[in-house]
């Protein structure tokens, strides 16, 4: 029988291989632009090398000779050079592989090189995926995969064609790309191409189960290639930031980390996303002092769990925030924290004082981890601050007196060693002497300089937005002098900096300790993944100033729109989802989906594997259960009903329902049977144990044995029926009678074979 | 087992797998999900690939040594839905390995045919053995192989010979004078009826008989057999001292029996001193002829030499016996003169 649908030819196999292997190389070697590896070079002259030499196949055999032998070496030299020059391994191993790459794409191919380019590719989307750990990753690595398996098909084809010899088709150079596709569409099977895209389905289905099943332990090891690449921020969130800076992270739409939150319920009304605390004032912007750095005590080994700073909040809330790489090595927290869990073990820096932590570098991928215990009040606690800033020395030095937990506080006069410089919550030096006396002025037109910092800092915070309203869009007047102090003077608009700076030289001008703090403001409840989403535009700074009465920093968020201090009395907090503002559209989808990625894939581990078998398990148990009780609770009606006194409704129900069954079990004989017989002789057609053959068999043995034994072989019926049973059990399909008919007629012939029986038996 | 590319799919699963292990990194544990995954899809492609193939071996007609002979097999994808690809065949007959490809899909439904020349060496029992069915599909990752258990012993018939007739010898002589003929045998009185055999003439088909017995019976009349011959072959291995002679006999008396019965000349057959068997029809001269394929030398009687067959002992017809001729030849004898050498 002939095949009706035309077959691809060698010829068109090796154009079809061409141009999946360009299509893959092309494609996995763009994934590295994800990467922040410098590869430009290579990366440009794939791009336009690869779709010329893959759409014209026949330069690539224009090729000189000389040029393949010498293409090899000349790779591994530049290579060699570029290991050596750069002493960094892996972008030398990812450009050596787009290298490669490349000259695989452009030269002529057989299946060995198909298999090279395979490789080469799933290095470079694997490495990227383990960089980014982004959600494109599955995109990438399911096309590569359904790419990589057609070429390999085309390759297996390749192969069968050429007698399993790997031989290149000549003239396959000449390609015609839109008579190759139609060719492919003509030789594709509909039915076919539906099934491959099921199989494809499963193996995706096969891969998730596998992907949870697959036993997890884990064998901790320094040396991995996300730790091979260094990275610089792309954000603003330094120890030293210029004014500006933060008003140009909240520019950027991005997401800059996402929060699950245990209990949604117990989301502060205010969120504010602590990252870095500055204290000294530079003219231009404010940075961490020498001494505010000192504070942070060295970094730990690396760990899954740390502990916290100090006492930690009751609250049993678990946050787990998904923290986007390239946006600082500062991790965003709303305070004090309990203690903090990492996916992978990292080294982490703390300031106990200042309740801030940073990972030992910024990291490259994202980042997980989970907050217990964390406080969100906006009023940090700090006793030996307040302890040492009650002393007089304080007061006449109060840039010596600060405490350090951890490391121990050096004090002014415990040693008689130079004082270290300590962090400068007063300090004011920066400022010009005329700047200063405009601000005192400030200060007293603002009024309350005997009263605490908080409400120092309302008093202040309201003259403030009285003269600025708010703008992103903002300058500063010209002139001579402190830029900040300008602006104070002015009624020019500003921005989160220039309020909270602001608030910073009036309130120290006042003397009242106060710092400057940087990181996120709020966020929005998505509600596709039941969490917030903190974008990069959610960029704040903000202040913390010292109330002495209390011995808390209070936070003051003088920027218009704002709480400028924490309420008082704690809020009665609902659903934040119901509170916070809705991320709606599709770019909540994606970040919803994103946040899934992140929650249920990349932070899977040995914990929430075990979670998910105790989860079934009991999930399994309980159906088990219930269907238990189902058939318990069943089985005692019936008995109850069946002790009840017999009735003539009742005997009724009961011969109703016995002569159902009966009859069900004949009609299921008589036409399920048969039925159920023909559906699976279709199905299991080609082999040799078919339903239809063995239940021939059946009826002929049948047969043979009661009229033996009844002397009645020569019978018409029987021999006609005989032969019709014969062609079922050995004929071919096509000669067949149709089967239920004739198993139909074998149990009429039994039937009339029963009077003789009882003949037989009556003789007897 | 698994190919090169099955080799290096299972070593960069491994490779991953540790680094998965390593680190603890979701991405890589996705990426081995991936691998393994592929893995059993391949098994899984490949299992349907061959699950509704059926096949069925044809040995070809008669098979002689030295001559090829076309083994072919029916190939049948009784799959509904699924072609079928990139399958090959081995099969070996005796030493000899032979692969066949099935280069095109087969379709759901449809069949197709591969064959293979064969070319026996020798004569006797042959052993021709479908001895593996195995792809590469759907991806190359693994070479699967089935035993196919098909297969059977083909009995190679002596190799034909070409032999030189001796013109001086009485009984060429005889068939010539007489003219052609169809069927010897054909005049005289009429003895009896008999089974029509391959060869008879239609003209002496008794059709009132054969209507009766519903079965084509032919007359046999007197002067049958009497210009035919008695073939006569010995396996004394003190006559066939050399075994490439003894082979050349064997061809030789195979192709005088084939040549003699095609001239309807060929009477009885005997190999050493048995009873002459009549030769009436194909089937008689197929059963000495597979004899020959399968005959070896024997010993020597202990006891006194056989004497030679006399023409009297095959009922007065011309004996025709082999006997060495020099140190190579062989030369089929009529009453003691070559009639045919080889």
Same mark, same amino acid.
């Given at each position: 029988?002939?095949?009706?649908?035309?077959?691809?030819?060698?010829?068109?196999?090796?154009?079809?291989?061409w141009?999946?292997?360009g299509?893959?190389?092309?494609v996995?070697?763009?994934s590295?632009?994800?990467?922040?590896?410098?590869?430009?070079?290579?990366?440009?002259g794939?791009?336009?090398?690869?779709?010329?030499?893959?759409?014209?196949?026949?330069?690539s055999?224009?090729?000189?000779?000389f040029?393949?032998?010498?293409?090899?070496?000349?790779?591994?030299?530049?290579?060699?050079?570029?290991?050596?020059?750069n002493?960094?391994p892996l972008?030398?191993?990812?450009?050596?592989?787009?290298?490669l790459?490349?000259y695989r794409?452009?030269?002529p191919?057989?299946?060995?090189?198909?298999?090279?380019?395979?490789?080469?590719?799933?290095?470079?989307v694997?490495v990227?995926?383990?960089f980014?750990?982004?959600?494109?990753?599955? !995109?990438?690595?399911?096309?590569?995969?359904?790419?990589?398996?057609g070429?390999?098909?085309?390759?297996?084809?390749?192969? $069968?064609?050429a007698?399993?010899?790997?031989?290149?088709?000549?003239?396959?150079?000449?390609?015609?790309w839109?008579?190759?596709?139609?060719?492919?569409?003509?030789?594709?099977?509909?039915?076919?191409?539906?099934?491959?895209g099921?199989?494809?389905c499963g193996?995706?289905?096969l891969?998730a189960l596998?992907?949870?099943? /697959?036993?997890?332990?884990? !064998?901790?090891?320094?040396?991995?290639?996300?730790?091979?690449?260094?990275?610089?921020?792309?954000?603003?969130?330094?120890?030293n930031?210029?004014?500006?800076?933060?008003n140009?992270?909240?520019?950027?739409?991005?997401?800059?980390?996402?929060?699950?939150v245990?209990?949604?319920?117990?989301?502060?009304? $205010?969120?504010?996303?602590?990252?870095?605390v500055?204290?000294?004032?530079?003219?231009?912007?404010?940075?961490?002092?020498?001494?505010?750095?000192?504070?942070?005590a060295?970094?730990s080994?690396?760990?899954?769990?740390?502990?916290?700073?100090?006492r930690?909040?009751?609250?049993?809330?678990?946050w787990?925030i998904?923290y986007?790489?390239?946006?600082?090595?500062?991790?965003?927290?709303l305070?004090?924290?309990g203690?903090?869990?990492?996916?992978e073990p990292?080294?982490?820096?703390?300031?106990?004082?200042?309740?801030?932590?940073?990972?030992?570098s910024?990291?490259?991928k994202?980042?997980?981890?989970?907050?217990?215990?964390?406080?969100?009040n906006g009023?940090?606690?700090?006793?030996?601050f307040?302890?040492?800033?009650?002393?007089?020395?304080?007061?006449?030095?109060?840039?010596?007196?600060?405490?350090?937990?951890?490391?121990?506080?050096?004090?002014?006069?415990?040693?008689?060693?130079?004082p270290?410089?300590?962090?400068?919550?007063?300090?004011?030096?920066g400022?010009?002497?005329?700047?200063?006396?405009?601000l005192?002025?400030?200060v007293?037109?603002i009024?309350?300089?005997?009263?605490?910092?908080?409400?120092?800092?309302?008093?202040?915070?309201?003259?403030?937005?009285?003269?600025?309203?708010?703008s992103l869009?903002?300058?500063?007047p010209?002139?001579?002098?402190?830029?900040?102090?300008?602006?104070?003077?002015?009624?020019?608009?500003g921005?989160?900096?220039?309020?909270a700076?602001?608030?910073?030289?009036?309130?120290?001008a006042?003397?009242?300790?106060?710092?400057?703090?940087?990181?996120?403001?709020?966020?929005?409840?998505?509600?596709?993944?039941?969490?917030?989403?903190?974008?990069?535009?959610?960029?704040?700074?903000?202040?913390?100033?010292?109330?002495?009465e209390?011995?808390?920093?209070?936070?003051?968020?003088?920027?218009?729109? $704002?709480?400028l201090?924490?309420?008082?009395?704690?809020e009665?907090?609902?659903?934040?989802g119901?509170r916070?503002?809705q991320?709606?559209?599709?770019s909540?989808? /994606?970040d919803?989906?994103r946040v899934f990625?992140y929650?249920?894939?990349?932070?899977f581990?040995?914990?929430?594997q075990?979670e998910?078998?105790?989860?079934t398990?009991?999930?399994?148990?309980?159906?088990?259960?219930?269907?238990?009780?189902?058939?318990?609770?069943?089985?005692?009606?019936?008995?109850a009903w069946?002790?009840q006194?017999?009735?003539?409704?009742?005997?009724?129900?009961a011969?109703?329902?016995?002569?159902?069954?009966?009859?069900?079990?004949?009609?299921?004989?008589?036409?399920?049977?048969?039925?159920?017989?023909?559906?699976?002789?279709?199905?299991?057609a080609?082999?040799?144990?078919?339903?239809?053959?063995?239940?021939?068999?059946?009826?002929?043995?049948?047969?043979?044995?009661?009229?033996?034994a009844l002397?009645a072989t020569?019978?018409?019926?029987l021999?006609?029926?005989?032969?019709r049973?014969?062609?079922?059990?050995?004929?071919?399909?096509?000669?067949?009678?149709?089967?239920?008919?004739?198993?139909?007629?074998a149990?009429?012939q039994?039937?009339?074979?029963?009077?003789?029986?009882?003949?037989?038996?009556n003789?007897? | 087992?698994?190919?090169?590319?099955?080799?290096?799919?299972?070593?960069?699963?491994?490779?991953?797998?540790?680094?998965?292990?390593?680190t603890?990194?979701?991405?890589?544990?996705i990426t081995?999900?991936?691998?393994?995954?592929?893995?059993?899809?391949?098994?899984?492609?490949?299992?349907l690939?061959l699950?509704?193939?059926?096949w069925?071996?044809?040995?070809?007609?008669?098979?002689?040594a030295?001559?090829?002979?076309?083994?072919?097999?029916?190939?049948?994808?009784?799959?509904a839905?699924? =072609?079928?690809?990139?399958?090959?065949?081995?099969?070996?007959?005796?030493?000899?390995e032979?692969?066949r490809?099935?280069?095109?899909?087969?379709d759901?439904?449809?069949?197709t045919?591969?064959?293979?020349s064969?070319?026996?060496?020798?004569?006797?029992?042959?052993?021709v053995?479908?001895?593996?069915?195995?792809?590469?599909?759907?991806?190359?990752?693994?070479?699967?192989?089935?035993?196919s258990?098909?297969g059977?012993?083909?009995?190679?018939?002596?190799?034909?010979?070409?032999?030189?007739?001796?013109?001086?010898?009485?009984?060429w002589r005889?068939?010539?004078?007489?003219?052609?003929?169809n069927?010897?045998?054909?005049?005289?009185?009429?003895?009896?009826?008999?089974?029509?055999?391959?060869?008879?003439?239609?003209?002496?088909v008794h059709w009132?008989?054969?209507?009766?017995?519903?079965?084509?019976m032919v007359?046999?009349?007197?002067?049958?057999g009497?210009?035919?011959?008695?073939?006569q072959?010995?396996?004394?291995?003190?006559?066939w001292?050399?075994?490439?002679?003894?082979?050349?006999a064997?061809s030789?008396?195979?192709?005088?029996?084939?040549?003699?019965?095609?001239?309807?000349?060929?009477?009885?057959?005997?190999?050493?001193?048995?009873?002459?068997?009549r030769?009436r029809?194909?089937?008689?001269?197929?059963?000495?002829?597979?004899?020959?394929a399968?005959?070896?030398?024997?010993?020597?009687?202990?006891?006194?030499?056989?004497p030679p067959?006399?023409?009297?002992s095959?009922?007065?017809?011309?004996?025709?016996?082999?006997?060495?001729?020099? =140190?190579?030849?062989?030369?089929?004898?009529?009453?003691?003169?070559p009639?045919?050498?080889?």
């Open positions: 029988m002939a095949n009706p649908r035309p077959q691809l030819s060698p010829i068109e196999l090796q154009q079809l291989r141009f999946l292997g299509l893959i190389g092309l996995s070697a763009w590295v632009f994800y990467m922040e590896v410098d590869a430009i070079l290579a990366l440009g794939i791009t336009l090398t690869v779709p010329f030499f893959t759409l014209y196949p026949r330069f055999l224009a090729v000189p000779a040029v393949h032998r010498l293409a090899f070496p000349l790779i591994v030299t530049i290579f060699a050079l570029d290991l050596w020059g002493r960094e972008p030398a191993m990812i450009r050596l592989d787009l290298m790459l490349g794409c452009c030269s191919r057989g299946p060995r090189e198909d298999l090279q380019i395979i490789l080469l590719a799933l290095f470079l694997v990227t995926g383990v980014t750990v982004s959600p494109a990753f599955v !995109v990438q690595i399911l096309f590569f995969t359904g790419a990589a398996l070429l390999l098909f085309a390759v297996t084809l390749s192969t $069968s064609r007698g399993g010899l790997a031989a290149h088709a000549t003239g396959w150079e000449r390609v015609r839109p008579e190759l596709f139609r060719r492919l569409r003509a030789a594709a099977d509909l039915r076919v191409v539906a099934m491959a099921g199989l494809f193996v995706v289905l891969s596998l992907f949870l099943a /697959l036993p997890r332990f884990e !064998v901790s090891n320094d040396f991995f290639i996300d730790r091979q690449l260094t990275k610089s921020s792309r954000t603003g969130f330094s120890e930031i210029l004014f500006g800076e933060v140009k992270i909240a520019q950027d739409s991005g997401m800059a980390f996402a929060v699950d245990s209990d949604p319920t117990a989301v502060p009304a $205010s969120l504010y996303w602590r990252m870095l500055l204290d000294e004032y530079s003219g231009q912007g404010f940075r961490a002092s020498a001494g505010l750095l000192r504070s942070f060295p970094a080994d690396k760990a899954v769990a740390h502990a916290g700073p100090g930690a909040s009751p609250d049993r809330t678990i787990t998904y986007q790489p390239g946006v600082s090595r500062y991790l965003p927290l305070g004090g924290f203690r903090l869990y990492f996916g990292q080294a982490l820096a703390q300031s106990p004082a200042l309740r801030i932590a940073a990972l030992s910024e990291p490259a994202m980042v997980g981890y989970r907050v217990e215990g964390m406080d969100g009023a940090l606690r700090d006793p030996l307040a302890r040492d800033h009650r002393l007089p020395a304080w007061r006449s030095a109060p840039s010596r007196m600060f405490s350090n937990e951890e490391t121990g506080p050096a004090r002014s006069g415990e040693t008689g060693e130079e270290e410089k300590q962090p400068s919550f007063l300090d004011l030096t400022v010009a002497a005329g700047d200063l006396a405009k005192r002025v400030w007293s037109e009024g309350g300089t005997g009263a605490g910092g908080p409400d120092f800092a309302r008093r202040a915070g309201a003259w403030l937005q009285a003269r600025h309203p708010y869009d903002s300058t500063t010209p002139g001579e002098g402190d830029v900040l102090v300008r602006w104070l003077g002015s009624r020019q608009p921005h989160c900096e220039l309020f700076g602001g608030m910073v030289l009036l309130a120290r006042a003397g009242h300790p106060v710092r400057l703090v940087t990181g996120f403001k709020g966020g929005v409840w998505n509600p596709t993944s039941a969490s917030i989403t903190v974008r990069n535009s959610d960029a704040h700074a903000w202040c913390e100033i010292w109330d002495e209390k011995g808390v920093w209070v936070r003051v968020d003088a920027t218009p729109g $704002s709480l201090t924490p309420p008082e009395v704690p009665v907090l609902t659903h934040a119901s916070m503002v991320d709606a559209g599709w909540a989808r /994606l919803g989906l990625w929650r249920r894939i990349v932070n581990d040995q914990t929430a075990l998910l078998v105790r989860g398990k009991d999930h399994l148990l309980a159906l088990v259960r219930e269907l238990r009780e189902h058939v318990e609770t069943g089985g005692r009606k019936l008995v069946f002790d006194p017999w009735d003539f409704p009742r005997l009724l129900v011969a109703a329902s016995g002569g159902l069954l009966v009859a069900g079990l004949g009609l299921w004989h008589r036409y399920g049977r048969s039925r159920w017989l023909a559906w699976r002789s279709l199905r299991l080609s082999q040799r144990q078919e339903p239809v053959r063995r239940e021939a068999s059946h009826w002929l043995l049948k047969l043979q044995n009661r009229s033996a002397g020569s019978a018409p019926g021999v006609a029926i005989r032969e049973l014969l062609r079922l059990r050995f004929g071919s399909r096509e000669s067949w009678a149709p089967p239920l008919e004739v198993f139909a007629e149990r009429r039994l039937r009339l074979l029963r009077p003789l029986k009882r003949r037989k038996a003789r007897r | 087992m698994p190919t090169i590319t099955g080799m290096l799919l299972i070593a960069v699963s491994i490779g991953i797998g540790t680094a998965a292990y390593n603890a990194n979701n991405i890589l544990f081995l999900s991936l691998l393994l995954s592929c893995l059993i899809l391949s098994g899984v492609l490949s299992w690939n699950r509704a193939v059926t069925r071996l044809h040995y070809g007609g008669l098979w002689r030295g001559q090829s002979q076309v083994i072919a097999l029916e190939l049948r994808n009784n799959n839905l699924l =072609p079928t690809y990139g399958l090959w065949f081995d099969l070996a007959a005796g030493a000899d032979q692969r490809y099935l280069e095109l899909r087969l759901p439904g449809a069949a045919r591969l064959e293979w064969v070319r026996a060496p020798r004569r006797g029992l042959l052993a053995r479908l001895r593996a069915v195995g792809s590469l599909f759907p991806f190359g990752f693994l070479r699967k192989s089935v035993a258990g098909l059977a012993e083909v009995l190679v018939w002596p190799a034909v010979v070409e032999y030189r007739r001796h013109e001086e010898s009485v009984a005889v068939v010539r004078s007489q003219g052609p003929v069927r010897i045998g054909q005049e005289g009185d009429l003895l009896a009826l008999r089974r029509y055999a391959p060869g008879d003439a239609p003209r002496t009132k008989a054969s209507a009766r017995l519903r079965h084509l007359r046999q009349f007197s002067a049958e009497m210009e035919g011959f008695a073939l072959m010995d396996t004394d291995k003190a006559v001292p050399r075994s490439d002679q003894f082979e050349l064997l030789l008396a195979a192709t005088l029996a084939e040549d003699l019965f095609r001239l309807g000349r060929l009477q009885t057959v005997a190999i050493d001193g048995e009873t002459p068997h030769v029809r194909w089937s008689d001269l197929q059963y000495f002829i597979d004899r020959l399968r005959l070896e030398t024997s010993e020597p009687p202990k006891s006194a030499a056989r067959l006399a023409a009297a095959v009922g007065g017809r011309r004996l025709l016996h082999l006997q060495p001729l020099g =140190p190579r030849g062989v030369a089929a004898m009529l009453d003691g003169k009639a045919a050498s080889a």
